[in-house]
């Protein structure tokens, strides 16, 4: 049945009633977690829901661990993203910045009327992080008792992915060894291992972006097309399954980590 995993968790906010999210709402330090992905190409051998996947994955590995004694509740993940530049390939369901920004507004506010003390939007894709900054903005500025905060999950690897990447910088960009790692890890059924073409992309701007992990303070917009042929950039072929456990245990600490800080914070 398609719909077996909704609610299966006893952090799910879709498994709950009514009256027990307002009960963990109203505890103190409660935290709401809103996963937020996206529905875009990721070359010939990833899904396109690659982002919201692994989000939500990692907001229940980080939430998973503090169910015992923190008020927490996860939202299901906002499937689709702000991805026009992947559009040219097809695949991709994508929002305009407009609508999904009055959407998570509206998601959250509904939300935050259950008395949560804090609310952590968990990003899962690069093209929604101006996004995630602007709404923890205009939603911070409505909800002035609720601590406002905003992650792109995978930039908490960016301290110890270097001990644990195979590839050189560029190998971790978009469906590269990062995310193939961890799909493999997480949901290989998915992963089409015999049909991983990718490049290397070398940006030109020395303060451009050269991976997922390894950012310089310039924005640049390009269609993906611009990137690569098969729409994946960097060195799939390098990730495995160990990785991808190695990189979500790693996660998964430092997201229990800034969770606690959270509950500590608002309690
Ligand atoms: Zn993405």
């Known amino acids: 049945m398609v719909f077996d995993s909704i609610g299966s968790s006893a952090l799910d906010w879709a498994g709950k009633t009514a009256d027990d999210i307002r009960t963990i709402g109203e505890r103190d330090g409660s935290i709401l977690v809103v996963p937020v992905g996206s529905i875009e190409q990721h070359g010939n051998h990833l899904p396109v ?119 050189e910088i560029g190998g971790m960009a978009h469906g590269g060894e990062f995310e193939t790692s961890l799909l493999l890890h997480l949901r290989p059924e998915l992963v089409r291992e015999d049909d991983m073409e990718a490049q290397m992309y070398d940006e030109p701007y020395e303060l451009g972006t050269k991976d997922l992990h390894e950012g310089g303070p310039l924005s640049v917009y390009r269609g993906f097309e611009e990137y690569s042929h098969s729409g994946a950039i960097g060195a799939p072929e390098l990730a495995t399954a160990e990785t991808g456990e190695r990189i979500a245990e790693r996660i998964g600490d430092e997201l229990e980590a800034l969770l606690t800080e959270i509950h500590e914070r608002n309690a």
């Open 49 to 167: 829901a690659t982002d919201t996947i692994l989000v939500d994955a990692i907001a229940h590995l980080g939430a998973e661990r503090l169910v015992d004694d923190v008020p927490i509740l996860v939202t299901p993940p906002f499937w689709s993203g702000f991805s026009p530049h992947h559009r040219s390939f097809g695949g991709t369901i994508t929002l305009d910045f407009d609508v999904m920004l009055e959407a998570l507004e509206n998601i959250c506010d509904s939300a935050l009327e259950n008395g949560f003390d804090a609310l952590l939007l968990l990003n899962g894709h690069g093209g929604n992080r101006s996004l995630i900054s602007a709404a923890v903005s205009t939603i911070g500025e409505d909800q002035s008792d609720v601590e406002v905060l905003g992650l792109t999950y995978f930039e908490l690897a960016s301290q110890f992915v270097d001990d644990i990447r195979e590839s």
